[in-house]
Each structure stands twice: as C-alpha cells, then as structure tokens.
C-alpha cells in the first residue's frame, strides 16, 4: 500500500538554528512531491513540486530536495515566522480508481522557532 | 485576489441534520476536491471534479454528495450528519486537469463543521 511519512512529528528550533523535515514515500509511478505549510486555522499553502530525483527548489530560507524515496526540506536559519505544521503530499496513480493521480498527504511535521 | 473562498467558515450540527458546503474558486482551474482534515491523519480525499460536468470519489467518500454547479463552484452535502463527520473541510482548486497532471493544488482556508 502506497505511504507518506513524515518525520519529526514536532521539531523545536531556535532562531537561526538549521534542520531538515524528512518525507519518505512508498509509491510506484510518482508522477509529483509537494511541499505545503499549513498556518493554525488556514489551509494549506503551496511552496514547492518536485518531479524528479536530484531536482531541489528554494524559496527564501526552504529547500527541497528529491530522492527516488525521500524528499528532504531544509530550513536555514529559521525564523519564528517559519512556524508552522509542514505537509508533504505524492500524487501517484489511483489503485481504487480507473483515472487519475490521487494526492496522498503525510501527517505532517510541527516546528516551533523560538527567539 | 480572492483564490479558493469556502463558506461558511464555522458549523455546528445535531445528528441527522443535512448541510451543503460551498465552495468557488476565481483562478479560473478546470479541477476541483474536497478534503477532510482530522487530528493525527493526514488529509484525505472524499471526491474531486477534474472538470466541469464531471465527478469522482476519492478515498472516504460515504456519506457525501457533490455537486460541480459551474465551473467555479463545487458544493459538498452531508444528507444526514453523524458525529464521525466531525472534521475540518477543505476545498481544492488545480489547472488543467489536475486529477490527470501534476499541477499543485491551491487550497481555501477551511469549514469547521462539529456534530453533536
């Protein structure tokens, strides 16, 4: 059965501290990665797709990278303002459907940037 | 730019109550979705509309209707509300054909709908 996990559920950094948010997937046929933050009582926001392996996207402090089993977002130098639950979702084939990629979301990882 | 709008933001429903949330998009995407959101799981799909005039269902489906009205909105019913559905409900928008391609999804900023 396909499967997104992310990891850490939680992470806590403090300002200017780096780390990365892991994403492993089990899927066959990724036809994309996402990489979404979602802000307490908001949806979800787009940042990135990824499409192949060794392809990486930046925007400001985040880069994403990709593997044929995991994508990986750093955050260099975080800031409070970096707070926020992070989401990464495949889109594969459908194996309940006849058409389509269905988009598999993980759970999600937490991070708290202290000043 | 208004993006995804869904309404209403709140609800609060007795068991077996019905309710259509709304939902319209202006970036003017060819697919649509519904979500649910719960704690502790990830989002998942009760049914989507790759384009106009056309629905599927997605992962959790039961319990649900959808109507794609016109292109820019898509409504979803609960016929008879149970405490399972419980949850927050987002709506999705994508170019293209997004079902059959891989364009990211843009998403409102949710209904919380609780049922007693």
């Known amino acids: 059965e396909d499967q997104v996990t992310q990891s850490p559920e939680a992470l806590r950094l403090q300002e200017g501290e780096s780390s990365s948010l892991n994403c492993s997937y089990t899927v066959s046929g990724l036809r994309g990665l996402f990489w979404y933050r979602q802000d307490p009582g908001k949806g979800p926001e787009f940042l990135f797709t990824?499409?192949?392996a060794g392809e990486e996207k930046e925007k400001e402090r985040l880069k994403a990278t990709l593997t044929k089993k995991e994508s990986f977002l750093h955050i260099t130098a975080p800031k409070p303002e970096d707070s926020a639950t992070y989401l990464c979702a495949v889109q594969a084939p459908q194996s309940n459907s006849n058409s389509g990629y269905a988009l598999n979301f993980g759970k999600g990882t937490s991070l708290l940037v202290t000043p | 730019n208004a993006g995804v709008t869904q309404t209403p933001k709140f609800q609060v429903l007795k068991t077996g109550q019905s309710m259509t949330l709304q939902c319209a998009q202006d970036?003017?995407?060819?697919?649509m979705y519904w979500y649910r959101q719960d704690p502790g799981m990830g989002l998942r799909l009760i049914y989507y509309?790759?384009?106009?005039?056309?629905?599927d269902k997605g992962e959790v489906p039961n319990g649900y209707n959808v109507s794609r009205l016109n292109k820019r909105e898509f409504s979803l019913r609960l016929e008879s509300a149970a405490p399972s559905q419980t949850s927050v409900y987002f709506c999705?928008?994508?170019?293209?054909?997004?079902?059959?391609?891989?364009?990211?999804?843009?998403f409102g900023d949710g209904t919380r709908l609780s049922i007693l």
């Open positions: 970036m003017n995407h060819n697919s």
């Open positions: 990824l499409y192949s």
């Open positions: 509309s790759a384009s106009e005039g056309t629905t």
């Open positions: 999705a928008s994508s170019a293209r054909d997004g079902i059959l391609s891989n364009q990211p999804q843009h």
